[in-house]
């Protein structure tokens, strides 16, 4: 089994099917490659954040709205770019109206092609990851991390335990935890050696590791391996093709 979310060997074990034959997979989007990693993070907006999708229940675009209520009532500087629509756009815009946000501190931009959504991610110094468990991988998860941001991402959506390793390349806070996300929002604004250094390590996850490059040559040698008769749970030790375990149960909420 190729498992295109962290939550797939658990799901799958608890049938019994697949266990100790799972194996990480994913979701492989364009990867770019900068010709400088440094003069692309040096050339963002620190204090702009991002917000990417669908504005649907599942995916919480509405925590975004809290966190940014919280930051300015803190004092702090920034600036939300929302981009995306949906079924809660304009309870999203009230939201944001009623905490007098909109327009100052929140942008929504609508809909736009992948290339400008990349051009954003290109210049925010920080993106939000919001989804829960509904999101089977979030290829905007990837994105964000192959433009350098630094990434503050839910638990329960099923690319981030993959992809981002927590304090390393990025923030992970549990799904439906507002507090934490703002404090770890608040964080990186606040520190941008940090966002800097989650925004580069973010960038390497990507072009060096999570890629279709990498996983198509390592999905070969699995392949071979297994069809060799032999054990292939040491093959690789992390990224596309390592063995895939259930992960504990408390990333198994909302």
């Known amino acids: 089994m190729l498992c295109a979310s962290a939550y797939t060997a658990g799901d799958y074990a608890k049938f019994g099917l697949f266990r100790g ?9 364009e990867t770019i490659r900068y010709p400088s990693i440094d003069d692309l993070i040096n050339r963002k907006a620190k204090a702009t954040i991002l917000w990417c999708g669908r504005f ?3 995916k919480h675009p509405d925590d975004v709205i809290e966190v940014a209520r919280r930051l300015h009532d803190a004092g702090c500087c920034f600036k939300i770019e929302m981009i ?10 009230r939201q944001a109206s009623e905490a007098g946000l909109l327009e100052t501190n929140i942008r929504f931009l609508g809909a736009m092609s992948p290339e ?3 051009l954003h991610m290109e210049s925010a110094g920080i993106c939000l990851f919001t989804s829960d468990r509904q999101e089977g991988w979030g290829a905007v998860l990837n994105e964000a991390m192959n433009s350098g941001c630094a990434v503050v991402a839910s638990d329960a959506a099923g ?10 390349n990025g923030s992970v806070y549990h799904s439906g935890n507002i507090q934490e996300l703002y404090e770890k929002v608040r964080r990186l604004l ?3 050696t940090m966002q800097y250094s989650f ?14 490059e990498v996983a198509a040559k390592r999905f070969l040698q699995l392949s071979q391996t297994l069809l060799n008769g032999t054990d292939a749970s040491g093959l690789f030790a992390n ?8 992960l504990r149960e408390d990333w198994y909420q909302r």
């Open 159 to 168: 690319a981030t335990p993959y992809l981002v390793n927590d304090g390393v």
């Open 116 to 118: 400008a959504v990349r």
């Open 199 to 212: 925004g580069k390590a973010a960038y390497q996850t990507i072009t060096e590791l999570w890629n279709a």
């Open 84 to 93: 995306g629509t949906g079924e809660m756009e304009q309870q999203l815009k």
């Open 56 to 58: 649907l229940g599942w």
């Open 190 to 192: 606040e520190n941008t």
């Open 21 to 29: 034959r799972c194996y990480k997979w994913g979701y492989f989007p």
């Open 239 to 246: 990224g596309p093709c390592s063995p895939a375990k259930p």
